[in-house]
Every structure is written in C-alpha cells, then in structure tokens.
Nanobody, 118 residues
Framework: QVQVVESGGGDVPPGGSLRLSCEASGISFRYYNLYWYRQAPGKERELVASFKVDDTITYSDSVKGRFTLSRDNATTTVYLKMSSLKPEDTAVYYC????????????WGQGTQVTVSS
C-alpha cells in the first residue's frame, strides 16, 4: 500500500520562506519520479518542480531561483523549500510520486495550502 502525505503549508508574508514535506510510504525512490504541482483558484494545475530517477532536477520559470526540490531516499521524503515568496505563489501544493517503469503506479497527496499575504 502506497501513501503520500504533504505537510508544511500555511500563511506567510511576502518575501518569507516555507518548507513543504511529502512523506511517501510503501515505495522506493529508486523507481519513482517526484513532482511538485500547485493549483490556484480558477487556474490550471501547474508543474513547479521535478526530481527524476536519473537525478535531474527541473523547475518552472516562475519559481526558478526561489524554490529548491530535494529528497531523502532513506525516509522517502520529498521537500520543497520556498524562499522569496510572492502572492502569486498562493496555491494548493500537491506532491506526485510517479513510477518511471510502471506508469499506472502514480500517487498523489491530499495537498497543502500555501497562502502568501501581508
């Protein structure tokens, strides 16, 4: 059984920082690509960062230089460190753990709300 749980969201002022966590149980990161998405009200879901099995890390232009994606293979936890936050970063952030080799095995967390406001 696979379970994905995000945490760490909350309210933060502009320019602040926040770190999101995604704990994945029942898998090994050896086989999985890791993604952070976000969705703001009235907007389409947006991919913000990825960490693939070949160890490549990619960021969207909107967060590049401000967000850092990392993983802990021992605890199968994914992190998204967010700095210099802007109001437009306000969204529900979702963690997706996607099997590189068996594409039907793709798991999502419940999401965690990030609100950037004064």
């Amino acid at each position: 059984q696979v379970q994905v749980v995000e945490s760490g969201g909350g309210d933060v002022p502009p320019g602040g920082s926040l770190r999101l966590s995604c704990e994945a149980s029942g898998i090994s990161f050896r086989y999985y690509n890791l993604y952070w998405y976000r969705q703001a009200p009235g907007k389409e879901r947006e991919l913000v960062a990825s960490f693939k099995v070949d160890d490549t890390i990619t960021y969207s232009d909107s967060v590049k230089g401000r967000f850092t994606l990392s993983r802990d293979n021992a605890t199968t936890t994914v992190y998204l460190k967010m700095s210099s936050l802007k109001p437009e970063d306000t969204a529900v952030y979702y963690c997706n753990v996607d099997n590189e080799y068996l594409h039907s095995r793709s798991y999502w967390g419940q999401g965690t709300q990030v609100t950037v406001s004064s």
